[in-house]
Nanobody
Framework: VQLQASGGGLVQTGGSLRFSCVAS????????MGWFRQTPGNERELVAT???????NYADSVKGRFTISRNNAADTVYLQMNSLEPEDTAVYYC????????????WGQGTQVTVSS
């Protein structure tokens, strides 16, 4: 499974950004999809996940500001990020959950998000 993400960039506090991530390859191996982020010196942390039927899960820090969605027909997951804060600055990663292990084993390339104050 390959994941190709697009979006991200530089935005001012209060602004919005949108990510998309397209999965290709052995799609039948994919269950949930999600977004994670990482800042220097810290472990990668969950931002939001969505199951194949559409159940969502968010980190407390992004609830009410970020929305994850998914188009199964297009094998694409989206992350709409609103009311961005400097604390959201990080490298964001798209990830996919392996159907059998239920672990996030497939990762896209990281994309930098910088929120200026």
């Amino acid at each position: 499974v390959q994941l190709q993400a697009s979006g991200g960039g530089l935005v001012q506090t209060g602004g919005s950004l949108r990510f998309s991530c397209v999965a290709s390859g052995r799609i039948f191996n994919v269950a949930g999809m999600g977004w994670f982020r990482q800042t220097p010196g810290n472990e990668r942390e969950l931002v939001a996940t969505i199951s194949r039927p559409g159940s969502t899960n968010y980190a407390d820090s992004v609830k009410g500001r970020f929305t994850i969605s998914r188009n199964n027909a297009a094998d694409t997951v989206y992350l709409q990020m609103n009311s961005l804060e400097p604390e959201d600055t990080a490298v964001y990663y798209c990830a996919a959950e392996q159907w059998t292990t239920r672990k996030y084993e497939y990762w896209g390339q990281g994309t930098q998000v910088t929120v200026s104050s």
